[in-house]
Nanobody, 122 residues
Framework: QVQVVESGGGLVQPGGSLRLSCAAS????????IKWYRQAPGKERELVAT???????NYADSVKDRFTASGDNANNKVALEMNSLKPEDTAVYYC????????????????WGQGTQVTVSS
C-alpha cells in the first residue's frame, strides 16, 4: 500500500501566501516524480507543478514566478510555496506520486492524495 497525504491548505487573502506539503509513504522502491494538480469548481483538473526525483521542476504558466516547489528526496516529501495568491488560485490541490513498485517486474504506478482546499478571498 502507498499513502499520499497533503496538508497546508486554508483561507488566505489575495496577495497572501500558503505552503502546501505532500508526503508519500508505504511499500514502493522509489518515487520517480511528484506532481501537484488543482481543480476549481466546474473546471478540469490542472497540472500545477512537477518535481522529478532527478531534481527538475516544471510549472504551469499560470503559476510560474509565484509558486515554488521543493523536494526532500530522502523523505519522499515535497512542498509547494504559493505566493501572491489570486482568487483564481482557489481550488482543491492534489498531490500525485509516481512510484516504482516491485512485483514480478518493476512497474510505475500513480497514487493520489485526498486533496486540500485552498481558498483565496477577501
Amino acid at each position: 500500500q502507498v499513502q499520499v497525504v497533503e496538508s497546508g491548505g486554508g483561507l488566505v487573502q489575495p496577495g497572501g501566501s500558503l505552503r502546501l506539503s505532500c508526503a508519500a509513504s508505504g511499500s514502493f522502491l522509489s518515487v520517480t516524480a511528484i506532481k501537484w494538480y488543482r481543480q476549481a469548481p466546474g473546471k478540469e483538473r490542472e497540472l500545477v507543478a512537477t518535481i522529478s526525483s532527478g531534481g527538475s521542476i516544471n510549472y504551469a504558466d499560470s503559476v510560474k514566478d509565484r509558486f515554488t516547489a521543493s523536494g526532500d528526496n530522502a523523505n519522499n516529501k515535497v512542498a509547494l510555496e504559493m505566493n501572491s495568491l489570486k482568487p483564481e488560485d482557489t481550488a482543491v490541490y492534489y498531490c500525485n506520486a509516481i512510484v516504482l513498485v516491485s512485483g514480478y517486474t518493476t512497474v510505475r504506478r500513480s497514487y493520489w492524495g485526498q486533496g486540500t482546499q485552498v481558498t483565496v478571498s477577501s
